[in-house]
């Protein structure tokens, strides 16, 4: 099992509202670099998808439970078949969006004791929660030729340091897809 962040970035680190939903006056940075870039399996999750399991943070799995559902192409397919796990405080209705259900007890616990590989995009609570308990073995990161200056960052000031390496880059659209995984120990 491995756990996999991916997450549109910019290239200050911004990771906040990449497709405008959330109304910010930056929002929409990564959108408008056009489909090329963001449409499909960008991340190259392949077999992760078919395999895994979506581990999100309520804001980004009901923003994601408003998209998903109604597309059909191949790679929606994937997004609406994999299992989802949403970590809430309270109780959104997971009927919404099919093989979605609350997760239950300690975030850290439920990670350690998942068998599949956990793919958790967006949710950047989750993810500040799986880094401080050192549960990311990789970030999967689509970074986009632009400076936001404000929003919130994947690794803000203050983070635990952290050891990693390049495992691949490329370009994708306009953008450049890194994939870094945990330095040899």
Known sequence: ?????????????????????????????????????????????????????????????????????GRDDPFAARMNAVPKLVVSRGTPDVSVWANSRLMEGDLADAVRAERRDVVVTGSLGVVAALRKEDLVDEYRLLTFPVVLGQGRRLFPAGSEPAELECLSAERVGAAVLTRHGRAAR
């Open 1 to 69: 099992m491995s756990v996999v962040v991916i997450e549109f970035i910019s290239l200050d680190g911004i990771v906040s509202d990449p497709d405008g939903s959330a109304g910010t006056p930056y929002g929409g940075w990564a959108f408008r670099h056009g489909p090329e870039a963001v449409a499909g399996d960008k991340f190259r999750l392949g077999r992760v998808l078919d395999e895994g399991i979506l581990l999100l943070g309520r804001t980004t799995w009901e923003l994601f439970a408003r998209l998903w559902p």
